[in-house]
């Protein structure tokens, strides 16, 4: 491993319920972007400077053992050293222990599968915890260099991006009105699997921690007890894993002759649109279309890796295609100039595992009470209808509403099954959603607890992300913040309020409501001491900052750092 001396601070022993999260925050923030003007500036000696200056800083050690150990969804799983992280004083541990230059050799990677759409498993390598916070701390340094470099075409996996976008994309691509009308459906066999390393390594080329990355490229992995060498790829699990996948599948849209004016519209008769391994080309003809996949054969090949034959194929707008559980095609309708019109429906694949999952958890929770049970199913709800709201979904939505109508009978006629129809109506439906004038809605009378309903979520358009606009731009700070206030539309009502109120910022920590991390409602006068339910005593703050401000240790600490709203 190589080395890296602490840099401003003095020897300590770090008290993760005291850390000030908000100036953690604030130093690492300002020093990625300071690393992406620097790169458009074209001043690569100070980039190099500034990567190995915020791979020494303390704030990001203590940001990146917050996110492997706390946020990421893994923070449960251990590598091959079984060693997990799960308390403040082993996370101060943890943090006292990467701040010194101890050499590291990083471990073998455990490989885990889990289920693919096809029936078949998608391998993923599971890093132990110290690799983790090393890859955290590596990424903060390099990925602010390449989100100054990244096409705009590039989606996936990169911070201020998200599928939403791509779909926005593929929008502008195939209205009725697009002379491109022939489209690319590609696949990439195996991409985390097969990328090459020699041109990943020459494509990283002087990066501070180059040494540390080949060595996690190398590193083997365990498989049911079995070593194995790891010559290709990148192992799909590790935190760094998608940002060296974007790397390596950079420069597509100039090897396809993508181009662009000065006022960012597109000029080539040809355009891409890709989110991490998955992408489609937008072509005018049928020759130009086999031409693309003539020259991606060739381009991919100098990585390492080959376009699936099974799984590329090549169609007509009018023929339609999937693209990120949302189905593109253009229909015939007589009232348009045209004759077509452009439809982006969730796919009837993507369907068919949403109602498997809401199968699932009613059946494997079909003795619970309802209140239970409904706990269990409104964030799933939730989360799948603010995910297809952005396309053409009200019917797709109504037909999922009587399906979970039909669920909610046999739950009721299980749990009552010498009760009749009319009784069990009468104990479990209602106008129990005060908001809405619907009379007939699933849940628990007594408490008020009532089933969401996918037809509540209207058709909401999403806005797409400018050009190459980053996050790290320092120069787009009001853009950036604007954008963060149209997310708070998928909360809830009451906490939407709330997050408007405190311009979408958690009040602790002082970073985005919207990281990732679990949000929960705080008294700032505690309901024990006569603090009531109201706007004016609620702060919506990130579950781990609500633990912070409840920990014994940061109470008076406290009271000095969080603003009032």
């Not at 799960?86 to 006292?96: E, F, I, K, N």
Request: glycine residues 4%; hydrophobic residues 35%; proline residues 4%.
């Amino acid at each position: 491993m190589q080395s890296f001396e602490i840099v401003n601070v003095t020897q300590r022993t770090t008290e993760w319920n005291c850390v000030n999260w908000r100036k953690a925050n604030k130093v690492v923030r300002r020093l990625r972007q300071r690393i992406f003007k620097a790169t458009k500036e074209g001043k690569l000696k100070l980039v190099r400077s500034l990567q190995r200056l915020l791979m020494r800083s303390y704030s990001n050690i203590l940001l990146s053992v917050r996110k492997v150990t706390q946020i990421n969804a893994g923070k449960n799983t251990p590598g091959v050293d079984k060693l997990l992280v799960q308390t403040p004083s082993a996370r101060g541990m943890l943090v006292d222990m990467l701040t010194q230059c101890i050499p590291w050799k990083p471990l073998p990677v455990k490989r885990v599968y889990i289920p693919k759409p096809n029936k078949k498993q998608r391998p993923l390598g599971i890093p132990c915890i110290i690799d983790r916070c090393l890859q955290a701390i590596v990424k903060n340094a390099l990925e602010p260099y390449w989100e100054a470099i990244f096409e705009r075409s590039s989606y996936g996996f990169r911070p201020g991006r998200s599928a939403h976008d791509a779909i926005k994309k593929i929008f502008t691509l195939a209205h009725s009105r697009t002379r491109k009308k022939w489209v690319v459906d590609a696949d990439i066999k195996s991409c985390f699997d097969e990328i090459a390393h020699v041109p990943l390594k020459n494509a990283i080329g002087n990066f501070p921690a180059r040494k540390l990355i080949n060595q996690w490229l190398k590193a083997r992995y365990m498989d049911k007890g079995t070593f194995y060498e790891t010559n290709t790829g990148v192992p799909q699990g590790g935190i760094i894993s998608p940002v060296l996948a974007n790397i390596a599948l950079h420069g597509m849209e100039q090897a396809l002759g993508v181009t662009y004016n000065n006022k960012d519209q597109l000029t080539s008769p040809i355009a891409v649109v890709r989110y991490a391994d998955d992408f489609v080309v937008f072509c005018e003809t049928k020759e130009s279309a086999l031409n693309s996949v003539s020259i991606l054969n060739k381009w991919m090949k100098d990585r390492g890796l080959t376009l699936s034959p099974e799984k590329t194929k090549i169609v007509h707008i009018s023929e339609g295609f999937d693209f990120l559980g949302f189905s593109i095609r253009q229909y015939k309708d007589t009232n348009t100039k045209t004759g077509w019109k452009l439809l982006i429906k969730p796919s009837k694949e993507s369907m068919q595992k949403l109602r498997d999952k809401l199968r699932r958890v009613w059946l494997e929770n079909k003795t619970l009470n309802v209140d239970a049970l409904i706990a269990k199913l409104n964030p799933i709800i939730r989360g799948s209808a603010n995910y297809f709201r952005i396309g053409v979904s009200s019917e797709i939505f109504n037909s999922l509403d009587y399906w979970m109508y039909k669920r909610a009978r046999r739950y009721t006629k299980r749990m009552h099954p010498n009760k009749s129809d009319k009784w069990r109506i009468n104990r479990y439906w209602g106008k129990l959603n005060l908001d809405r004038n619907d009379n007939f809605v699933f849940g628990n009378k007594l408490s008020g607890l009532h089933l969401l309903k996918f037809s509540w979520f209207k058709i909401n358009r999403h806005c797409l992300v400018k050009g190459t606009s980053s996050p790290d731009d320092p120069a787009l700070k009001e853009y950036w913040l604007n954008r963060e206030k149209d997310k708070s539309k998928y909360l809830s009502k009451s906490l939407e309020k709330l997050a408007l109120k405190q311009d979408n910022r958690c009040p602790l920590c002082g970073d985005s409501l919207f990281n990732g991390e679990t949000l929960h409602r705080h008294h700032k006068i505690p309901r024990h001491q006569g603090g009531q339910d109201t706007y004016a005593n609620l702060q919506l703050v990130h579950y781990y900052c609500h633990q912070q401000i409840h920990s014994s240790q940061k109470k008076d600490i406290f009271k000095e750092e969080l603003p009032l709203w």
